[in-house]
């Protein structure tokens, strides 16, 4: 299984102006290198924790459906499979109807028998086009807007994934 970056976030989850003023830098010297490291920071809380922090487009190329009828994605959670394409022997790309397939926040499951399959080519004969998204600070957002008067920012979730990750290693 091979998957690729279609489309990344919109927005970081920490803002230059936040980065700048929690470092207490106040001219624009360093904001190349800030924002650079904004993005390599949560790149890399990502790839530990194999969880996407905001709203992105995957694809997974898959030479075959597997046999447990189960594709495990390997950013979760997902918000939807937005497009399953299979190429037949031609290269010819059918697309495959997408009501039949049931999901988990980290995974496909598959039908006993899969509807509108061609006969596959032998290599990267299916791709499952899906969205992850940030789903539990956006359900948060406006309640701790409320309560508190601040915005949610990204930063106890980060602090969660990184929590996370150190308890696996």
């Known amino acids: 299984m091979t998957s690729y970056l279609l489309a990344g976030p919109a927005e970081e989850p920490v803002s230059l102006a936040e980065a700048k003023a929690y470092l207490k830098v106040d001219d624009s010297a360093e904001d190349g290198l800030i924002t650079t490291l904004i993005g390599a920071a949560r790149l890399h809380v990502e790839g530990v924790t194999g969880q996407a922090l905001l709203a992105q487009s995957w694809r997974v190329v898959l030479d075959a459906w597997p046999e447990n009828r189960m594709v495990k994605l390997?950013?979760?959670p997902f918000m939807a499979v937005t497009e399953i394409m299979a190429y037949d022997d031609n290269?010819?790309?059918h697309a495959v109807p997408l009501a039949q397939f049931l999901s988990e926040p980290d995974r496909l499951l598959l039908p006993d028998a899969v509807a509108g399959m061609p006969a596959l080519r032998a290599?990267?004969?299916?791709?499952?086009?899906?969205?992850?998204?940030?789903?539990?600070?956006?359900?948060?957002?406006?309640?701790?807007?409320?309560?508190?008067?601040?915005?949610?920012?990204?930063l106890p979730f980060l602090?969660?994934?990184v929590a996370l990750a150190l308890t696996d290693f």
Not at 127 to 143: H, M, P, Q, W
């Open 74 to 76: 390997p950013v979760t």
């Open 91 to 93: 290269g010819g790309g």
């Open 123 to 154: 290599r990267q004969g299916i791709e499952i086009d899906f969205t992850t998204v940030d789903r539990a600070r956006k359900a948060a957002k406006a309640s701790f807007q409320e309560r508190h008067g601040v915005s949610l920012t990204f």
């Open 159 to 161: 602090a969660r994934a």
